[in-house]
Nanobody, 124 residues
Framework: QVQLVESGGGLVQAGGSLRLSCAAS????????MGWFRQAPGKERVFVAA????????YYADSMKDRFTISRDNAKNTVYLQMNSLKPEDTAVYYC?????????????????WGQGTQVTVSS
């Protein structure tokens, strides 16, 4: 069992930055691929970025790869999402998820555990 707790969301002006954190419980964090997803109001949850167990393999959704950076610190059981040059359309609840899979899964159904989400609001 893995429990995930996101933090770092908030209100920011367009062009600003935020760093989201996702702290995981359990001793096997380093065996999980980790992903970030987001869900805007009235829309489906979509993939943002994923990182494999070692951090050596990373994948981003096309629309975010130039502004977002995913990273992880296995010693701290934490995965991060650095978000720069934020836009109002980035407003969403951001979720982290853990998958006991090799590689960088992008499908929601491949993830085994989910956090509760953290709200990011970008004002224009």
């Amino acid at each position: 069992q893995v429990q995930l707790v996101e933090s770092g969301g908030g209100l920011v002006q367009a062009g600003g930055s935020l760093r989201l954190s996702c702290a995981a419980s359990g001793r096997t964090f380093s065996s999980y691929a980790m992903g970030w997803f987001r869900q805007a109001p009235g829309k489906e949850r979509v993939f943002v970025a994923a990182i494999n167990w070692s951090g050596g393999n990373i994948y981003y959704a096309d629309s975010m790869k130039d502004r977002f950076t995913i990273s992880r610190d296995n010693a701290k059981n934490t995965v991060y999402l650095q978000m720069n040059s934020l836009k109002p359309e980035d407003t969403a609840v951001y979720y982290c998820a853990a998958a006991r899979r090799v590689g960088v899964p992008q499908e929601m159904m491949t993830y085994d555990y989910w956090g509760q989400g953290t709200q990011v609001t970008v004002s224009s």
